[in-house]
């Protein structure tokens, strides 16, 4: 996702999803909204597996408070239930049964409640009523009860009854929409791809609607829009059908069958939902300004949808990859110079925040999620892959990552599982390089001094890393000479300091920092003037 958010939420994400022991195979999700009050009714039918063997087991649900808000558990049916147990988030069952591991269950929850977050009731910027799941990172509990937990992954359907003037949009295929004859219709859509819950969505409002394009002569791409804007919007999100191609051409297969791209009220600039892309309202503006976040979220298709991170703690291989995968799409619309231009951004930024912040990529401590929408997790995220692409050469990089999709596509992963599928595409032993540029924090922080001997006709560079813990990395360096005369040295930095040397038959002018814009490091480089 893009992280332009509101922040009144953030002390709400510290919950993590109960330890469980079940594998949810499948939800349904019975909806019903109205447009007389924010009360939502749900039936909830949830289709389990056990991992081991018990007679007991959790789902997440925030329980109604004093404040009117939380949901409320009228009732549970189905195999050998017991007794139901509401904590301030999560229904526990008990059974009559003991289930042995591998033994699967379907369980029906009817509930109601008004939703304290995770589905944003409220009006859009042209005055009319909406209702938008918001469910990332985990606030899906917050209005269904689900295993909220991104490694927790299920084929989905809503069917949704509402007031009959609105349009629903939701995961997957629409299969059925009907009027019920009493001011209400209802529509029914179903995801048979297996997704987390933080990607499980619906909308409802009144949507103008439209068929950008087919692509690859299967895949639908719709735009669903406010109506009071649906020249612009149309015209913005058709971009998509545009985007597509590239990541189906350089990653993999899509693994969906439609996308559908919609303007809502999501709290962040773009929301990632499973082939339902929630996007901001100020996303439309006619000019297609919102190119790299269009480009950004529907990346996440591939990386953090389909291939997801086993928890949040290696959230870069989510949005590192939407960001870095943005910048090689333009790299392959616009050139070069666009993505040289847009990594040097980031890894300006990426300076920035290592000052600040004193955290590596991969951080699992943190169970503020939100505070896991950071530079670490983005730019620098996508400075790694980057760094492999530059290290290993675009074939190996390519390969590897077409590897990795086919590998995790439909699973999850973790950064060990990346790293060991390019050690074995590229035949090398890739320990250092995640050691330092994902699992400690910071980057290299070098004074890089010159001096030439004049009567040995010899320039010694040394390069010292100022940082606390020592990097292993390639520099290269471009020495300038009178008259235009140019060279090119790589220089192999694995010390503290380190001096390298060579023989030129005259002064060089000046030399330059890693032309190529290959390497995320920050410092100084100076002449050492002879006494």
Not at 462 to 471: A, L
């Given at each position: 996702m893009k992280k332009i958010l509101l922040f009144l939420f953030i002390n709400m994400f510290l919950f993590t999803s109960a330890q469980s022991n079940i594998d949810?195979?499948?939800?349904?999700?019975?909806i019903e909204v109205n447009d007389d009050n924010d009360t939502i009714r749900g039936l909830a039918v949830i289709k389990v597996k056990f991992l081991n063997r018990d007679n007991t087991f959790k789902f997440d649900l925030v329980y109604l408070k004093e404040n009117g808000k939380g949901m409320k558990v009228e009732n549970v049916t189905g195999s050998n239930v017991r007794l139901i147990e509401s904590g301030d988030r999560t229904v526990r069952i008990f059974l009559s049964k003991t289930f042995e591991t591998g033994d699967t269950a379907t369980f029906t929850i009817s509930y109601s409640g008004i939703p304290s977050d995770g589905l944003i009731i409220s009006k859009t910027?042209?005055?009319?009523?909406?209702?938008?799941?918001?469910?990332?990172?985990?606030?899906?509990?917050?209005?269904?009860?689900?295993?909220?937990?991104?490694?927790?992954?299920?084929?989905?359907?809503?069917?949704?009854?509402?007031?009959?003037?609105?349009?629903?949009?939701?995961?997957?295929?629409?299969?059925?929409?009907?009027?019920?004859?009493?001011?209400?219709?209802?529509?029914?859509?179903?995801?048979?791809?297996p997704i987390s819950t933080k990607?499980?969505?619906?909308?409802?409002?009144?949507?103008?609607?439209?068929?950008?394009?087919?692509?690859?002569?299967?895949?639908?791409?719709?735009?669903?829009?406010?109506?009071?804007?649906?020249?612009?919007?149309?015209?913005?999100?058709?971009?998509?059908?545009?985007?597509?191609?590239?990541?189906?051409?350089?990653?993999?297969?899509?693994?969906?069958?439609?996308?559908?791209?919609v303007q809502s009220k999501t709290i962040f600039g773009g929301m990632e939902n499973a082939n339902t892309i929630f996007y901001s309202?100020?996303?439309?503006?006619?000019?297609?300004?919102?190119?790299?976040?269009?480009?950004?979220?529907?990346?996440?298709?591939?990386?953090?949808?389909?291939?997801?991170?086993?928890?949040?703690?290696?959230?870069?291989l989510s949005e590192g990859f939407a960001t870095y995968f943005t910048i090689l799409y333009f790299e392959n619309k616009y050139g070069t110079d666009t993505a040289v231009n847009m990594l040097k951004e980031d890894r300006e930024q990426v300076i920035a925040y290592s000052k600040l912040s004193t955290t590596p990529v991969v951080d699992t401590a943190e169970k503020d999620y939100m505070q896991l929408l950071n530079t670490n997790s983005y730019q620098k995220g996508g400075w790694v892959l980057h760094m492999l692409r530059r290290e290993l050469g675009d074939s190996v990089f390519w390969k590897s990552i077409r590897k990795y999709y086919a590998t995790y596509a439909g699973s999850i992963a973790g950064t060990e599982d990346l790293q060991k599928v390019f050690e074995e595409v590229s035949g090398k032993n890739l320990e250092q390089f995640f050691h330092q540029w994902l699992f400690t924090p910071g980057q290299p922080e070098l004074d890089v001094r010159w001096k030439y001997d004049k009567a040995k006709k010899?320039?010694?560079?040394?390069?010292?890393?100022?940082?606390?813990?020592?990097?292993?990395?390639?520099?290269?360096?471009?020495?300038?000479?009178?008259?235009?005369?140019?060279?090119?040295?790589?220089?192999?930095?694995?010390?503290?300091?380190?001096?390298?040397?060579?023989?030129?038959?005259?002064?060089?002018?000046?030399?330059?920092?890693?032309?190529?814009?290959?390497?995320?490091?920050?410092?100084?480089?100076?002449?050492?003037?002879?006494?």
């Open positions: 949810v195979l499948h939800y349904k999700f019975n910027k042209y005055g009319r009523r909406g209702f938008f799941a918001d469910n990332w990172p985990n606030r899906g509990h917050n209005w269904m009860p689900c295993h909220d937990d991104p490694a927790d992954k299920a084929s989905v359907e809503f069917i949704v009854t509402a007031p009959e003037h609105y349009q629903v949009v939701s995961n997957g295929v629409q299969v059925e929409e009907t009027s019920l004859g009493n001011g209400k219709k209802l529509t029914h859509w179903k995801e048979d791809t990607v499980m969505v619906i909308g409802v409002a009144d949507f103008a609607v439209n068929l950008a394009g087919i692509v690859n002569g299967c895949i639908p791409v719709y735009s669903w829009v406010y109506p009071e804007n649906k020249d612009n919007g149309f015209y913005d999100y058709s971009l998509a059908k545009d985007i597509l191609p590239f990541f189906i051409d350089h990653v993999g297969p899509y693994g969906f069958k439609k996308l559908a791209n309202e100020s996303s439309v503006s006619g000019t297609r300004r919102s190119e790299g976040t269009i480009a950004h979220e529907i990346a996440h298709q591939w990386f953090g949808n389909m291939a997801t991170e086993k928890n949040f703690g290696h959230l870069w010899e320039l010694s560079v040394t390069v010292t890393q100022k940082q606390k813990e020592t990097f292993k990395f390639p520099l290269t360096i471009l020495i300038n000479f009178p008259a235009g005369a140019i060279n090119e040295e790589q220089l192999i930095v694995d010390k503290q300091t380190k001096t390298f040397s060579f023989s030129f038959s005259q002064k060089p002018t000046s030399i330059i920092t890693d032309p190529a814009t290959s390497m995320l490091f920050y410092g100084s480089i100076g002449e050492i003037k002879a006494e």
